[in-house]
């Protein structure tokens, strides 16, 4: 069965995996090669993924009981790379799955 958090955890693996792409692949070879086509093709994957991070992060903050401080961390590492990674271990991992 597919929970909010399940589509949670699954959507903060492929954001974190996508702007990683984007940020070490992609990006380098735009301004390193002189070809953009991987940016054109990562860019608009990787914005659907964050705004739907975000707007599964502010559904799931009162259910899972997340402080604003704890909320905070999670929406920042949306924006620093690994950061998706890190808030699956420190604040998912031992969440129940529903």
Do not use: C
């Amino acid at each position: 069965m597919f929970s909010l958090l399940n589509i949670f955890r699954v959507v903060a693996f492929l954001e974190g995996v996508s702007y990683i792409l984007l940020l070490f692949i992609a990006t380098p070879i735009k301004y390193f090669g002189n070809d953009p086509q991987y940016v054109k093709l990562l860019g608009m994957p990787h914005g659907l993924l964050f705004i739907s991070y975000v707007v599964l992060a502010i559904m799931l903050k009162g259910e899972l009981k997340w402080t604003s401080k704890q909320f905070a961390i999670i929406l920042l590492a949306s924006i620093i790379p690994f950061g998706t990674f890190y808030v699956e271990k420190a604040y998912l991992k031992h969440q129940n799955n529903g």
